[in-house]
């Protein structure tokens, strides 16, 4: 047996060092040198100043939102065993995409070519026609789809604190979804992603704060005398059990669903090494507390009969089978989440139109790139408000986001990716375990979307512009 150098592990430990350095310096270098190559979106909207924790608090706004509460909805088309499972898979597969985008993203920004947002991505990877005619489009689409949705489920909780405090009260949904607009288009102007990281955080407590609500009323109700009868078998012909799951997978999928992890993570300061997986641990924590306490309690609780929102189940016919300061809690908590989330994945059409409309050879804050910017994020706000007030069928619109957009966001493009930059032995469990998930969630792509399009043809007779729901 050999003898080792006394000074071989403080020469190894140098030369580590000096390589992290090196990879630093030549991280902020390439940043510095890009920097006045960048675009204003990239430039003002995704400024990379940002820490591992901040860019946990923006993952936990994007995925751990009021969709949750939506949870035992699903359930409900699922059954225990499959809903979960359908609830664990949805988190392990989640994570796992989420961290082949990240790693892919750190691979181009090592060599040099650091990737700011999901359709730059598809344009280094899969060729410009993909970040152009899809990629770009599809994620556009969810993001505001997704700010329609917060707008709407903001004005739905504000209508029922007011039915809570006046029951006799004549407001109708649409006044409170253009209150709650006016507000969110006050919130618009936060000039970067970076500058909602304090909003985000307030963010996370929120979202911790409605699901302990959303737990503790179902426990306390199904605990109650008031508790209806429990049934936890799944409702309604083969055909309508077999939409109903893939619906509830499409919703599942939403849950999960976030669209914007590479512009969460542009936000970061180079080097971004290692930072995005401490934010998804962070995030994935709170995940696991909130998502799975609101949907095994909710669907104890209320079995098949769990409505859009669990929160709705906490009212019957009139009556409070909760306590009624906790009703009001369930509902003002994620109305004050939805602001930010709204605003987070207002973040891709913020970027857009100042790619479009504002000058980046002038200062952020120059009278030149201040107006258009307020113009035309007035003018997202309105028409997202406009929207909402329109079409109020949140379940509806959550189950589209989830099969249209959602899924391929963050189920398929992930591992394609990953398989093409990094080119993984055919051997490999990694190949085969990303060709699986491209496959299968092609499929349910597939079928969700063909479901979701059937649940919005049968509700059709019910829609009515503008309705009081």
Same mark, same amino acid.
């Given at each position: ?5 006394p ?11 000096d ?8 991280a902020s270098?390439?940043?510095?040198n890009?920097?006045?190559?960048l675009d ?6 995704l ?13 936990t706004?994007?995925?751990?939102a009021?969709?949750?509460?939506s ?10 065993a499959?809903?979960v499972?359908?609830?664990v ?5 989640s ?32 060729g ?16 505001f ?7 709407l ?15 006799e ?6 006044q409170?979804?253009?209150?709650f ?5 006050v ?13 985000n955080?307030?963010?996370l407590?929120l979202?911790?704060?409605y699901s302990?609500?959303a ?10 005398d008031k508790?209806p009868?429990?049934d936890? !078998?799944?409702?309604g012909?083969? *055909?309508?059990?077999? /939409?109903?799951?893939? $619906?509830? =997978?499409?919703? &599942?999928?939403?849950t ?8 969460i993570q ?11 997986f401490?934010g ?7 995940v696991?507390?909130?998502?799975f306490?609101?949907s ?6 209320f ?5 859009s929102s669990i ?9 409070n089978?909760?306590p009624?300061?906790?009703i009001?809690?369930s509902?003002?908590?994620p109305?004050?989440?939805?602001s ?8 891709p059409?913020?970027?857009?139109l100042e !790619?479009?409309?504002?000058?980046? *050879?002038k200062?952020? /804050?120059?009278a030149? $790139?201040? =107006?258009p910017r &307020? ?8 028409t ?5 007030a329109?079409?109020p069928?949140f379940?509806?619109?959550n189950?589209i986001?989830g099969?249209f957009?959602?899924?391929?966001l963050d189920?398929v493009?992930?591992?394609i990716?990953?398989n ?9 469990l990694?190949f ?15 079928l969700?979307?063909i479901?979701?399009v059937?649940?919005?043809a049968l509700?059709?007779?019910n ?5 009081n729901?």
């Amino acid at each position: 047996m050999g003898t080792l150098d006394p000074n071989y592990k403080t020469t190894m430990k140098d030369e580590d060092e000096d390589e992290e350095m090196n990879m630093s310096s030549s991280a902020s270098a390439n940043h510095h040198n890009n920097k006045t190559n960048l675009d204003a979106g990239a430039l003002f909207v995704l400024q990379s100043k940002g820490s591992w924790i901040h860019c946990g608090y923006h993952m936990t706004t994007a995925i751990v939102a009021p969709a949750l509460l939506s949870l035992p909805f699903a359930f409900a088309s699922l059954g225990w065993a499959a809903g979960v499972v359908c609830l664990v898979l949805g988190a392990a597969v989640s994570f796992y995409s989420y961290n082949l985008i990240s790693h892919v993203l750190q691979h181009h920004a090592q060599i040099g070519r650091r990737q700011l947002r999901f359709r730059d991505m598809a344009n280094d990877i899969l060729g410009p026609g993909w970040g152009r005619y899809y990629v770009g489009p599809i994620q556009f689409a969810v993001c505001f789809g997704a700010v329609v949705g917060s707008i709407l489920l903001a004005g739905q909780s504000m209508k029922a604190i007011y039915l809570i405090a006046n029951p006799e009260g004549s407001m109708e949904l649409y006044q409170f979804i253009i209150i709650f607009g006016v507000f969110s288009l006050v919130l618009a102007q936060m000039p970067s992603f970076h500058s909602l990281r304090h909003v985000n955080l307030i963010s996370l407590v929120l979202c911790l704060a409605y699901s302990l609500c959303a737990t503790a009323g179902s426990i306390y109700i199904g605990h109650s005398d008031k508790a209806p009868t429990r049934d936890y !078998s799944v409702l309604g012909s083969s *055909t309508q059990r077999t /939409f109903g799951t893939f $619906n509830a =997978i499409a919703i &599942i999928a939403t849950t999960f669903g976030n669209g914007i992890i590479p512009e969460i993570q542009a936000t970061i300061s180079p080097p971004v090494t290692g930072k995005m997986f401490k934010g998804l641990g962070m995030c994935y924590t709170v995940v696991i507390v909130t998502f799975f306490s609101v949907s095994v309690s909710g669907y104890w609780a209320f079995g098949n009969k769990s409505e859009s929102s669990i929160i709705s189940n906490f009212m019957a016919d009139g009556v409070n089978l909760a306590p009624e300061w906790l009703i009001y809690l369930s509902n003002i908590f994620p109305l004050l989440q939805l602001s930010a989330v709204a605003t987070v994945y207002l973040q891709p059409t913020n970027d857009v139109l100042e !790619s479009l409309s504002v000058d980046a *050879t002038k200062h952020q /804050f120059s009278a030149r $790139n201040v =107006i258009p910017r &307020i113009l035309l994020r007035s003018a997202a706000i309105a028409t997202a408000t406009t929207i909402a007030a329109m079409l109020p069928f949140f379940g509806d619109i959550n189950a589209i986001l989830g099969a249209f957009g959602f899924m391929p966001l963050d189920f398929v493009l992930p591992s394609i990716f990953y398989n093409i930059t990094f080119k993984p032995s055919r051997r490999s469990l990694v190949f085969w375990l990303n060709t699986l998930l491209i496959a299968v969630f092609t499929i349910l792509t597939m079928l969700a979307s063909i479901s979701a399009v059937r649940q919005i043809a049968l509700d059709a007779k019910n829609y009515k512009l503008f309705a009081n729901v």
